[in-house]
Nanobody
């Protein structure tokens, strides 16, 4: 069982910055990919960024050049640095990981979410 706890959300003006953190419980954090997703009201949850165990990153086109995902394996923590925030970045942001939980089974784990609101 993996628990993910996000923090760092809040209200910020357009052009501002926030840094989200996600602490993962359990062992072997360093060997698993981690990701950030977001869900705005009335919209589907969408991928924001991912980072592999080796540190390779991937971003949604809408956040490239503005957001940076990183990880600190010693702290079992993944971060999302968000700069140049726009009102359309307003959403609940979720931390995610996917783990093998059986010979033929994988399980998605999600945090409780943290609200990010960007005012214009």
């Amino acid at each position: 069982q993996v628990q993910l706890v996000e923090s760092g959300g809040g209200l910020v003006q357009a052009g501002g910055s926030l840094r989200l953190s996600c602490v993962a419980s359990g062992s072997f954090f360093s060997i698993h990919a981690m990701g950030w997703y977001r869900q705005a009201p009335g919209k589907q949850r969408e991928l924001v960024a991912t980072i592999t165990s080796g540190g390779s990153t991937n971003y949604a086109d809408s956040v490239k050049g503005r957001f940076t995902i990183s990880r600190d394996n010693a702290k079992n923590t993944v971060y999302l640095q968000m700069n140049s925030l726009k009102p359309e970045d307003t959403a609940v942001y979720y931390c995610h990981t996917n783990r093998q939980t059986g010979p033929l089974r994988r399980t998605d784990y999600w945090g409780q979410g943290t609200q990010v609101t960007v005012s214009s």
